[in-house]
């Protein structure tokens, strides 16, 4: 469908389409002047410090990220903006953790089998074990429903229970350990036969990724499980594991097997992490109890094999975009025309984590999320992607539609003032890559708070060492920026806050 132009609405003059259109094509010509503050070399002046090799590729938790956050500080400071985070702060601070596995072996008939070779498991889902000389019996696919019991016979109380291999949904797993924890187990081995494949993911296998203290696993009251290879469970029952895969039929007995290890010893020790989200506010005026967000994550991936990965697109350029946005509007509060809303500049960390720093603010807002009118989030606006490569003048809006009927029509009001193409397609429920629940924005969302997500695609370098300021088209970044000022400018202006009066996937 196309969209209604000027000339189709002064040809139709006097129809009700005309009317709408009178009346959402208020564009906020007012900023005009402070938007075109907002400029490539600025910008680009920024980038090459937030994305340059000395912050270290800005990992949640490490000097690099600690080191953004100081200079998008300075920064907050440098243009005006009060300290956002509460009592004088700029920083929200939080603690992550991480489990990395200190030890990790199963000793059978006086041999050591290793973890991340032989056997594996998931850090997250178990605790520290330790076990000496403990009984095996095999028990099957280990079902237990109201017409089959796979433990029939078979006494695995204070034993580990050995399982065949089989693929299991999470929740037909979690009812097998149930089962076995029922029948008094104190572990379940599960062959798996793809050990070498999954050993390929390496050290990765030893940690956890960053979580919160109060993110509880979803196997807390489950006995550890451990995943071995067919081998291991050959050299624990005293014969070829295949042969007693074989004699498994369906609904039939259980081949009787059985042995025992000398000893499990399962080990991890917990880091703690420390981060912050980083926030600045311009205070509004005669609505100043109500804020508006701008937010971007400063963090990236960090150094991976000796290489720094920049994130200049990641999310470097989301984050100069909102300093310059910051800067921009406390022009105009020095000349008079301060926002009627308070707008809240904030630069979370966690992002690559999945979502952490946005989930801690939303979690621990520092301003109530009932007068939170609205959330601008940009995530990567510095980039062309392929599909784009022979014109370069677009930005993916997402999410701008799901919860107000008010934001589109601002936007594309906004728009007029900066001439992008504004591309919906990853706004389509039906999309595959679900960029909608991809970035911290969703975090706002999830409290009905309308969103808009500027996006510019991913391309070859997204994630990679590649991702550098040199790649980035600054003009490009200036103009989805200056978008999004306009865009927030309206928001934070216009007499009546947006009204939440939708709720699509
Ligand atoms: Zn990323």
């Known amino acids: 469908m196309k969209k209604l132009t000027l000339m189709a609405c002064l040809l139709a003059t006097g129809t009700a389409a005309c009317a709408q259109m009178a009346d959402t094509r208020k564009a906020p010509v007012a900023a005009t002047p402070y938007a075109k503050s907002i400029t490539a070399a600025g910008l680009k002046k920024h980038l090459y410090i937030i994305a340059a090799d000395d912050m270290q590729g800005r990992e949640t938790g490490t000097a690099g990220q600690y080191k953004a956050a100081k200079y998008i500080t300075e920064q907050f400071k440098r243009v005006g903006l009060q300290p956002g985070a509460g009592n004088g702060e700029w920083e929200q601070p939080f603690v992550l953790y991480m489990d990395t596995l200190t030890n990790a072996t199963i000793t059978v008939s006086g041999k050591t089998f290793e973890f991340g070779k032989d056997f594996y498991n998931s850090l997250r889902d178990n605790k520290n074990q330790e076990l000496a000389q403990t009984g095996v019996v095999f028990a099957g696919y280990g079902t237990v429903t109201d017409t089959a019991d796979s433990y029939k016979g078979i006494d695995a109380n204070d034993k580990i229970v050995l399982l065949a291999e089989a693929r299991l949904g999470a929740g037909e797993q979690k009812d097998r350990l149930r089962a076995a924890a029922n029948k008094g187990a104190r572990a379940v081995f599960m062959v798996n036969s793809n050990l070498p494949g999954i050993s390929r993911a390496g050290s990765r296998l030893r940690r956890t990724g960053l979580y919160f203290g109060d993110m509880m696993s979803t196997m807390e009251f489950i006995p550890n499980v451990y995943f071995i290879s067919p081998e291991l469970a050959s050299a624990i029952l005293g014969k070829p594991y295949s042969s007693i895969a074989e004699g498994l039929k369906a609904g039939g007995p259980v081949p009787a097997a059985a042995g025992k290890i000398d000893g499990l010893a399962y080990q991890k020790g917990q880091s703690e992490i420390k981060s912050s989200n980083v926030l600045g506010i311009l205070p509004g005026t005669d609505k100043k109890d109500e804020y ?160 808009i997500f500027y996006f510019n695609g991913v391309h070859a370098d997204y994630h990679g ?41």
């Open 292 to 451: 508006v967000f701008v937010t971007a994550h400063y963090d990236h991936i960090g150094v991976i094999n000796g290489e720094v990965h920049n994130g200049a697109d990641d999310d470097g350029s989301g984050t100069v975009a909102v300093i310059a946005m910051a800067e921009a509007f406390m022009k105009a509060k020095k000349a008079g025309k301060g926002p009627r809303r308070s707008i809240v500049f904030m630069t979370v960390s966690g992002e690559e984590k999945g979502l952490l720093g946005s989930k801690y603010y939303t979690d621990h807002p520092i301003y109530p999320l009932a007068n939170t009118v609205s959330d601008l989030n940009i995530d990567m606006i510095g980039r062309i992607d392929p599909e784009h490569e022979k014109d370069s003048n677009y930005v993916y809006i997402i999410g701008d539609n799901k919860l107000s009927s008010d934001l589109r029509p601002i936007s594309e009001a906004a728009n007029r003032l900066v001439g992008l193409d504004l591309d919906y397609k990853y706004n389509d429920p039906n999309d595959p890559n679900r960029f909608y629940y991809r970035s911290d924005h969703y975090m706002f969302a999830q409290h009905r708070i309308p969103i």
């Open 465 to 505: 060492a590649n991702d550098t300021p040199d790649k980035i088209s600054y003009p490009m970044l200036a103009k989805r920026a200056q978008l999004v000022f306009y865009t927030a400018w309206e928001v934070a202006n216009r007499p009546d806050r947006l009204k939440v009066d939708r709720n699509e996937k």
